[in-house]
């Protein structure tokens, strides 16, 4: 697939997403966002890929949050439906994907950029990353999905102070509030990507599926995220991988999944 705003590679297994606007510092456009959707969409659906990294290009910004130039003049109308499309397509699409979703944050990670990093299953940082919500700053709140987000991973006092202030975190507070898992310095970043998604590559694919969906239930209204895993947990037993993982661990052989 061509992109313009956007990379898309992939290696032994792994997808890797970068946004490529760093004159722009990453901020997310209308196309970009559209973009992402398609490469995202095409890297769940491609049986070889088995994680996917997300991360931005240059040194200095993972993405720095929506473009600012774009909507500057939208009114109520507009406004919401800039919302609406984009946790559809991009934040709310890339947290329900069944094939896993690192973001590597390499640097400023604002706004729509935090927030996309936020809809990835998990994080790691470099140590020159700096996240916030800086929306009340320029009189919009965070719009995709930020505050339901990061509350979930950092508890609701210390996300009110974040999005109340508008202020950034660095790398090592990001960690010690568990926004991130690791922190690592910049060129370690995506190998350390690749060495996570060595490890996630190891098991079945078709389980990490069923359990993401599991996990993500416990934020959903209106779903039982007891009941999900009970279903997903039986479900587990219908499929090839179940059979392989089981026969691999009585055989005393590694297991060599059939996959999604
Ligand atoms: N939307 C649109 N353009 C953006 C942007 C955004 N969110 N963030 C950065 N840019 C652009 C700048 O306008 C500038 O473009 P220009 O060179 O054509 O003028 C370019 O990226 C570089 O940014 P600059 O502000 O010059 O870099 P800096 O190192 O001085 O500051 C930041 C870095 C991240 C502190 C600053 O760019 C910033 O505050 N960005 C906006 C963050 C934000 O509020 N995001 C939430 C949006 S809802």
């Known amino acids: 697939m061509n992109f313009e705003n956007i990379l898309s590679t992939s290696n032994q297994g792994v997808a890797t997403i970068t946004i490529n606007r760093p004159s722009k510092l990453n901020a997310l456009n209308k196309a970009t966002i559209e973009e992402l ?28 949050g929506a473009d600012i130039s774009e909507f500057a003049n939208f009114d109520v109308e507009n406004g919401g439906k800039l919302a609406a499309k984009g946790q559809e397509i991009l934040f709310d699409y890339v947290q329900n994907l069944s094939t896993p979703v690192i973001a590597a944050v390499n640097g400023f990670a ?17 140590d020159n990353a700096k996240m916030g919500l800086p929306e009340v700053s320029l009189g919009v709140i965070p719009g995709y999905g930020g505050t339901q987000r ?6 609701k006092g210390r996300a009110m102070e974040m999005i109340m202030t508008a202020g950034m975190i660095d790398a090592q507070t990001a960690l010690s509030y568990g926004l991130v898992n690791h922190v690592v310095a910049q060129e370690e970043l995506l190998p350390l990507a690749e060495k996570i998604a060595g490890k996630i590559m190891k098991n079945s694919s078709v389980a990490i599926g069923k359990a993401i969906e599991a996990v993500n239930s416990n934020y959903k209204d209106g779903v039982n995220g007891f009941e999900v895993e009970i279903e997903q947990f039986g479900a587990c037993f219908g499929t090839e991988d179940f059979k392989e993982g089981t026969t691999a661990f009585l055989e005393k052989r590694k297991a060599d999944f059939p996959g999604k």
Do not use: C, N, W, Y
């Open 150 to 155: 990061l509350p979930q991973l950092i508890g």
């Open 110 to 126: 604002l706004g729509g950029g935090l927030e996309l990093a936020m809809s990835a299953h998990f994080r790691i940082a470099s």
């Open 37 to 64: 959707h398609q490469a995202f969409k095409a890297a769940d659906q491609d049986k070889d890929i088995k994680v996917i990294v997300v991360t931005g290009s240059g040194e200095k910004a993972f993405v720095a």
